[in-house]
């Protein structure tokens, strides 16, 4: 799928056979800005940083027409990047990551962000594709209904 702007937006959506899993892949390439603990920028530009990603991420899977999922979920965020170099800690995308789970609330394909929808929230090393980007692997979660007695 080829948005207005020229980033692409890969979503698959699958079940699996003979399981009740879902699993989503998003794939944004735009390159986020990376953060730490020492960041020494003002909040402008994390909220800037916040509100361009939660907006690009929303119109996209609203294109896309991503079906809602309602179980427990993990997410894996994919860090894509273009060359090795320089080397960037897997977790200076949070604010990408953040923003853009916060879209999937926003659209109604999570019921959430809470520890009650999004048990696990992993950050990937980053990987290196040829662009820059941003991917979540969001995995619907099987649970176990006990039979009452």
């Not at 999937?104 to 520890?115: F, N, Q, S, T």
Request: hydrophobic share 40%; proline share 7%; glycine share 6%.
């Amino acid at each position: 799928m080829e948005p207005r702007d020229g980033r692409v937006l890969s979503v698959v959506q699958e079940r699996r056979e003979g399981s009740e899993m879902t699993t989503i892949r998003i794939e944004h390439r735009d390159t986020p800005k990376c953060f730490n603990a020492t960041s020494t920028d003002h909040w402008r530009p994390i909220a800037n940083e916040l509100k361009k990603w939660r907006e690009a991420m929303g119109w996209e899977i609203k294109a896309a027409r991503v079906k809602p999922l309602t179980g427990p979920v993990t997410i894996k965020v994919h860090h894509l990047r273009s060359k090795p170099y320089p080397l960037v800690d897997c977790g200076a995308i949070y604010v990408a990551a953040k923003a853009s789970v916060d879209a999937l609330v926003d659209l109604g394909i999570l019921p959430g962000d809470g520890p009650e929808v999004v048990t696990q929230l992993t950050y990937l090393a980053p990987e290196v594709v040829g662009y820059h980007g941003l991917a979540l692997e969001i995995t619907e979660i099987e649970t176990a209904v006990e039979a009452v007695a």
